[in-house]
């Protein structure tokens, strides 16, 4: 099996996401962004819960909370740039984004079981990384479209913007709204989240992944801005089929998507692992070696 017919399935998938619409009258809008909102409100519903807040919210909080966690990766992205967030002139998302929320919340009060998150990130492994890296390439694909001001031309050249923008588009959300404890009644601004004592690098897996997926997308779609890292590896750049729209290319940006998103499946796989396998496997070989220690005949003590 070749690297193209492996890459071309997942490729497609990113299309018919960002593509196909839920119900082209009834509700209009986009596969991908209606998943991204499911995944968003189950991860702040779950911190709600686990911070003994459920029903303890005013509806402004509970939904902006919300929207804060979506939204806020793509807001701080666009604010980078000198561009202005959707958000800001189009209600569209507002109407997507809240509905699921509305509609997620009452089936999550009717099932409250259903809200197990080990069985929720386990099936949500490949959907984040697919996500992901959507929303790290979508925003790469900004930074060299020529919407940044003249300004702004060093960012375009940078080789650590997309490693900046990739985390931030991947994870600022999350970040901001831990941060800020949108999931209480009692917001406030401290230290991030991803900066506390004890968070590490399974805690901080959203932040370096997101850097990790930015500068794997403009490795492979523009190389030149890594020509030590290009004669280290010793690959062989390829041109573009329109050499005067693309620059010189490892492979094409739907590829170089593609394979970012297989990496993350990888990434995500082993936090969900680490968070929800692996200390119960720990627990159960405890247990299995205290148990075969207490059937063991103790050795009789020599009286003296």
């Known amino acids: 099996m070749s690297l193209a017919s492996l890459l071309s399935p997942i490729q497609a998938t990113h299309t018919l996401l960002t593509s196909r619409v839920v119900h082209q009258s009834l509700y209009p809008y986009t596969l991908f962004t209606t998943l991204h909102a499911i995944r968003v409100t189950v991860a702040f519903q779950n911190n709600v819960r686990a911070s003994s807040n459920k029903g303890k919210l005013t509806w402004g909080n509970y939904i902006s909370g919300y929207l804060i966690m979506a939204w806020g990766g793509s807001f701080i992205a666009h604010l980078l740039m000198s561009l202005p ?14 509905s699921v929320h509305l509609l997620a919340t009452a089936f999550f009060h009717v099932y409250p079981n259903a809200l197990d998150m080990q069985i929720l990130d386990s099936l949500f492994t490949p959907l984040d990384a697919i996500l992901r890296s959507t929303a790290v390439a979508s925003h790469l694909r900004i930074l060299t479209s020529g919407a940044l001001p003249p300004t702004h031309a060093p960012m375009v050249i940078s080789s650590i913007t997309p490693i900046l923008i990739g985390a931030i588009a991947a994870s600022g959300g999350g970040v901001l709204a831990g941060t800020m404890k949108t999931w209480t009644n009692d917001w406030s601004f401290g230290t991030f989240s991803i900066f506390k004592i004890g968070v590490g690098m399974l805690g901080s897996t959203d932040v370096w992944s997101g850097g990790l997926a930015g500068f794997l997308f403009t490795f492979l779609t523009r190389p030149t801005l890594y020509p030590a890292l290009v004669k280290l590896t010793g690959i062989t750049l390829a041109k573009a089929e329109d050499e005067s729209k693309l620059p010189i290319q490892i492979m094409s940006p739907g590829h170089a998507q593609a394979v970012t998103t297989l990496v993350l499946i990888g990434v995500f796989s082993w936090k ?8 119960r496997a720990k627990v159960a070989a405890k247990k299995v070696v205290e148990s075969k220690s207490e059937k063991q005949p103790k050795s009789p003590t020599k009286k003296q």
């Open 85 to 98: 967030p959707p958000i800001l002139y189009n209600y569209q998302p507002y109407v997507n984004y809240i």
């Open 272 to 279: 969900t692992f680490n968070v929800h396998y692996l200390p």
